[in-house]
C-alpha cells in the first residue's frame, strides 16, 4: 500500500502571509511515529501542497487529488476502497484511512 500526505509547513495564495500545515495528514503522522512498524509495511510519500499534485494525478487520477490517500496494493479487501480509478483503489479521507491501517495491518483502532 502506499500512503500520500502532505508535507508539512506550506503557504496557500489565499492567505498571504500565512503558514498551514494539514491537520488530518499530522493525524496520519501521528499514528506513524506511534506504530513505527508500519513505516516497514508501507510506501509513505510526502509531497508539495500546490496542485496539480501530479504524482497523485498519475496514480487516481484528477478529480482525486486530496490528500491524504492511501492507494491500496492489488491484495488488499475490496471493501476497504473508498474510490477507484482505472482499477487502481483508494482509501481517501482520515477516518477510512484509519479504519483500513487498523484492519490491513494490526494496528489498534482509534477510541471513538
Request: hydrophobic share 45%.
Amino acid at each position: 500500500d502506499k500512503l500520500i500526505i502532505l508535507k508539512p509547513d506550506f503557504t496557500d495564495p489565499a492567505y498571504p502571509g500565512r503558514r498551514f500545515y494539514c491537520w488530518h495528514c499530522a493525524l496520519i503522522e501521528g499514528v506513524l511515529a506511534s506504530f513505527p512498524t508500519l513505516l516497514e509495511r508501507l510506501d509513505v510519500e510526502r509531497i508539495a501542497w500546490p496542485r496539480p499534485r501530479a504524482e497523485v494525478v498519475a496514480l487516481i487520477g484528477e478529480q482525486n487529488q486530496s490528500l491524504p490517500v492511501l492507494i491500496l496494493a492489488d491484495d488488499a479487501p475490496a471493501d476497504l476502497a473508498t474510490g477507484s480509478y482505472q482499477g487502481r483503489r483508494f482509501v481517501a479521507g482520515k477516518d477510512a484511512i484509519l479504519a483500513a491501517l487498523s484492519r490491513r495491518y494490526g494496528i489498534p483502532d482509534p477510541h471513538p
